[in-house]
Nanobody
Framework: QVQFVESGGGLVQPGGSLRLSCAAS????????VGWYRQAPGKQRELVAV???????NYADSVKGRFTISRDNAKNTVSLQMNSLKPEDTAVYYC?????????WGQGTQVTVSS
């Protein structure tokens, strides 16, 4: 059974940084393209960043230059370094396979950017 566990969220002031981590069980992440997604209150889930099995990243325009996605194949994790955070980055952040997500999603990790 595939399970994702996201961690690292929290409350941060505008301009601050957070590092999110995605751990997976039941699958070997390194063979998949993995995405970080986020869902803000009242909005649909959106893709924020992806990293291919070869390590190539791609980002939504809204986070380009501020977020960095990376993977640690030895630890079976994918991370998202978020810098220069803005209030509009406030959301619950999830990870999953991209583009065809697994049916099971983790609980996500809440990121709140507020002064």
């Amino acid at each position: 059974q595939v399970q994702f566990v996201e961690s690292g969220g929290g409350l941060v002031q505008p301009g601050g940084s957070l590092r999110l981590s995605c751990a997976a069980s039941g699958i070997v992440l390194r063979i998949y393209t993995v995405g970080w997604y986020r869902q803000a209150p009242g909005k649909q889930r959106e893709l924020v960043a992806v990293i291919t099995d070869g390590g190539m990243p791609n980002y939504a325009d809204s986070v380009k230059g501020r977020f960095t996605i990376s993977r640690d194949n030895a630890k079976n994790t994918v991370s998202l370094q978020m810098n220069s955070l803005k209030p509009e980055d406030t959301a619950v952040y999830y990870c999953n396979r991209y583009p065809r997500s697994f049916a099971s999603w983790g609980q996500g990790t809440q990121v709140t950017v507020s002064s």
